[in-house]
């Protein structure tokens, strides 16, 4: 595991000094990753296949509209998944660059942004085979004023790194606390496939959650803190209308270390949109996939941070609705 996070930081590091040039770009994807090499990402992006649609389609374009791009990384860590298996590295945390250009159509606005981000690397013979890649595009979209959806019931702000400021697992961690950090995000899952009423028992949430939790969502929802404020701001809203019909899909990687574990889906559930109100939109019937990136960090016996990635563009997609589309008849682009 120790191999496999020097070669992710490597990677890392050597991705952010081509400064987006095609030709560095293409050196260190040769340098680092595996000719067919898969990479998914939120949408409008999907998946691609080798690295030459990784390069156009995502990181050219990434350099290209933000200036001085760096990574700003708040967890890193690396573990085996107990779910599909593999031997796995995650980084999440945050791109940050002078905004200059038009990403995706968002409009810039010539000042520092923020993109959150999220991403497993699946490791194979000593190079990057498969990554997810979540970014919170409607994140960006609310730095600049230009967000085409309601008001969220969840706090937008800058997501912060773990409050404890231990979350880059740089050196090997203990055995035993990583199993227990695995056995305590798997029995808070199971907690919530079991108890399925739409107003669930705080007294069985605090089992495994701190009272003064904190729950970074992804921007469309939003952030809460406490369990209270968790129930309030997004498990009731998200029951209500996604949970009648919820199916769990399982995770392409599940794994922790030391005090901190994570998962990835893709998707992680398939949901019906039968009642109105998730997101300040109406009931539509729909049948619905939604990725889901879940990265958690224990302290003693309960989870107190938990950092949520959803691909909401391809949630709302799926019901007919692109955001990305109507951002640009609001802006009349």
């Not at 120790?2 to 260190?28: I, M, R």
């Not at 085409?148 to 880059?168: C, K, N, S, V, Y």
């Not at 949109?273 to 302290?299: F, H, Q």
């Not at 950092?307 to 990305?324: E, G, H, N, S």
């Amino acid at each position: 595991m120790q191999d496999n996070k020097a070669l992710v930081l490597n990677y890392q590091k050597d991705l952010e000094a081509t400064k987006g040039l095609p030709s560095d770009l293409n050196k260190v994807f040769k340098d680092y990753c595996h000719p067919q090499y898969l990479w998914h990402g939120v949408y409008p992006f999907e998946s691609k296949t080798g690295a030459e649609a990784v390069i156009e389609g995502f990181y050219q374009p990434l350099f290209q509209s933000f200036d001085y791009l760096q990574r700003r990384q708040d967890i890193f860590m690396a573990g085996e998944s107990v779910s599909f298996g593999g031997n796995w590295v995650m980084s999440m945390g945050q791109f940050m660059g002078m905004y200059e250009r038009d990403f995706l159509g968002i409009p810039s606005h010539g000042k520092i942004a923020f993109l959150r981000y999220c991403e497993f690397h699946r490791i194979e013979g000593g190079i990057v085979a498969e990554t997810y890649c979540f970014v919170d595009l409607i994140g960006l979209m609310n730095q600049v004023g230009a967000n085409p959806l309601p008001m969220q019931t969840g706090a937008e702000f800058i997501i912060p790194g773990p409050r404890t400021h231990d979350g880059q697992l740089f050196k090997p961690q203990d055995v035993a606390e990583s199993l227990k950090t695995l056995k305590l995000i798997e029995q808070m899952a199971s907690d919530l496939g079991t108890y399925r009423d739409i107003d669930m028992n705080p007294k069985k949430l605090a089992e495994t959650w701190h009272e003064n939790m904190i729950w970074y969502g992804p921007s469309g929802i939003g952030s809460s803190m406490s369990i209270s404020g968790f129930k309030r701001q997004h498990q009731i809203p998200f029951r209500k209308s996604l949970y009648s019909q919820r199916k769990h899909n399982g995770h392409k990687s599940r794994f922790a270390e030391g005090h901190y574990a994570a998962w990835v889906g893709w998707p992680s559930l398939s949901l019906v949109v039968s009642a109105g109100g998730y997101l300040g939109l109406p009931k539509t019937d729909a049948a619905i996939d939604m990725r889901v990136i879940d990265v958690y960090r224990r302290e003693g016996d309960k989870l107190a941070e938990n950092w949520v990635f959803i691909d909401t563009p391809y949630t709302l997609k799926q019901q007919d609705l692109d955001i990305f589309e109507r951002m640009r008849q609001i802006l009349r682009r």
